[in-house]
């Protein structure tokens, strides 16, 4: 069988992120409408290029002149979003073709998501892009977003959008417009780039793969994924880029019952599970299961160095939580640094005599004889200047802490940019929530789980040996 496919032009998405100009087609005058959404959010992050509302009914949409079609333009259109009702995008599609649009996204659903009559309208599509040469995001997708070159195609709210290491793959529109409201309005890292897959009529997960292999801006790829179309050429994409910066996924539709479900949300064929597992193991790429656990990692890897080794330091005021911490190393893969003799004999010349450090060590004894920032500062110091110490955990506690800021751990953890180090706190929560800020504005990962913490440093362990066996 021929496939009617564009040929993929090597990945490169560019004028859906960077395009010179853009015509929104159903660029409604009503707000609380999807192409209303569209044409307003262009505007507030201040997309630099050419902006066309197309409206039959309309001659100027948010103080911007309006087209009654994409061919009515009198200039060039490099990108179109479709977010008309379904049964008109196929005539916008020809539309688009005279005009010689390089790239369109398609907001609307009623496509293979929804039945036979939708999957035809699916396939006319896929058929029409291939003959105009048009690349083509979506049907049933929010699209793109690019914070850093202010521009994308989502009706989602942009509240606090901004740009940073981070690239994010959704299968699903929504939910990807719905994790980027999430860490904008929770985190304190940005996204390089979102792409919303939808139905993957022509643009899909390895096109999507390429495009954030190449992209500096992006230094780990965080990915939502429902079923793969062309598993080859997934393999080829997803190893080609864990070879330059990590792949974290979560793959749903592991059970029977949620295969079922991805088949109605995107239309896809969701996979025997074990083969996605195999592959993931394969390729390298990181799979989790929830997406906190995508948070988690994304930042840790946008934030961190990688180890050179598995030897963790572990450094706490709560004795309890330094168990904890030692037992979750061990199941991650990790293993207790021994300290040098040099390193004890530092922290030792500063406790009680009673107390006798090793790892995790306990700060509490140093904390009586030099406060406890003083603890802090020279705990951590002494474990990161140990050769035998590849990374470190803190567990920090928010007891008698009078004045909440994080310099005796920032500052010691700079001095040091080879050793990740992570942090977990446990105590008051709006004294965590001051923490958090400002430990991750200085890109230290803070957890509020000791588990999730060390699970974190644990998998930049397991990505620097996977780039070392490659070696
Ligand atoms: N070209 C350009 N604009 C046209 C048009 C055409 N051929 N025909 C109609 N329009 C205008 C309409 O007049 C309207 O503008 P107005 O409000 O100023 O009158 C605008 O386009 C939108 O059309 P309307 O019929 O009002 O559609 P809608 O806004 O109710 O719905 C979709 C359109 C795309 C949002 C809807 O069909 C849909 O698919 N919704 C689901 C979207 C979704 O969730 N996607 C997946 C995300 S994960």
Redesign the pocket.
């Known amino acids: 069988m021929v496939s009617t496919r564009p040929r993929s032009n090597g990945g490169d998405l560019r004028i859906f992120f960077e395009p010179e100009s853009v015509a929104i087609?159903?660029?409604?005058?009503?707000p609380g409408?999807?192409?209303?959404y569209i044409l307003r959010n262009i505007l507030k992050l201040g997309y630099k290029g050419q902006i066309y509302p197309?409206?039959?009914?309309?001659s100027e949409?948010e103080g911007l002149r309006s087209y009654?079609?994409v061919a009515a333009v009198p200039a060039g259109v490099e990108m179109a979003v479709?977010?008309?009702?379904?049964h008109?995008v196929l005539?916008?599609m020809r539309?688009c073709q005279r005009k010689a649009v390089k790239g369109v996204v398609v907001?609307?659903?009623?496509f293979s998501e929804s039945g036979k009559e939708g999957m035809e309208r699916q396939r006319e599509l896929v058929q029409l892009a291939a003959e105009a040469g048009i690349r083509v995001i979506?049907?049933?997708?929010?699209g793109i977003l690019n914070p850093e070159g202010r521009f994308t195609t989502s009706?989602v709210d942009l509240k606090g959008v901004k740009p940073g290491g981070i690239g994010f793959v959704a299968q699903?529109?929504?939910?990807?417009?719905m994790m980027f409201q999430y860490i904008f309005s929770s985190q304190y890292f940005g996204l390089s780039k979102v792409i919303?897959l939808?139905n993957k009529a022509d643009v899909t997960d390895h096109d999507a793969l390429d495009y954030l292999s190449q992209d500096e801006a992006t230094r780990v790829v965080i990915m939502y994924l429902e079923g793969v179309k062309d598993g080859r050429r997934f393999l080829g994409s997803a190893g080609r880029l864990v070879r330059r910066k990590p792949l974290v996924v979560i793959k749903g539709g592991k059970t029977e019952e949620g295969a079922r479900a991805v088949q109605s949300h995107t239309g896809s064929l969701a996979g025997r599970d074990e083969i996605f597992e195999a592959l993931f193991r394969q390729v390298g790429a990181i799979r989790v299961t929830d997406f906190e656990e995508l948070i988690d990692l994304g930042k840790t890897f946008a934030y961190q160095p990688l180890p050179r080794g598995k030897r963790i330091a572990i450094v706490t005021l709560s004795g309890g939580a330094g168990v904890m911490a030692a037992d979750t190393c061990l199941e991650c893969g990790l293993v207790l640094a021994r300290f040098e003799p040099h390193t004890l004999a530092r922290v030792k010349v500063k406790m009680p005599s009673w107390a006798s450090p090793s790892n995790p060590l306990d700060i509490e004894p140093l904390s009586e004889v030099v406060k406890q920032e003083g603890a802090y500062r020279l705990g951590l110091d002494a474990v990161l200047s140990d050769p035998g110490v590849d990374l470190a955990l803190v567990v920090m506690t928010t007891f008698k802490m009078d004045r909440v800021h994080a310099d005796y751990v920032l500052e010691v953890a700079r001095a040091y940019p080879e050793k990740p180090v992570a942090v977990c706190i446990i105590g008051d929560d709006a004294i965590y929530s001051q923490l958090f800020r400002i430990m991750e504005e200085a890109s230290v990962p803070v957890f509020r789980s000791v588990r999730r913490a060390v699970a974190s440093l644990a998998v930049l362990y397991k990505y620097r040996r996977f780039l070392d066996s490659l070696a």
Do not use: H, Q, Y
């Open positions: 087609v159903g660029a409604s005058r009503t409408k999807i192409g209303n197309i409206n039959p009914g309309a949409i009654p079609s479709i977010a008309v009702p379904a008109l005539d916008v539309d907001i609307s659903s009623g979506g049907p049933n997708t929010t009706f699903t529109g929504m939910f990807a417009g919303g939808g």
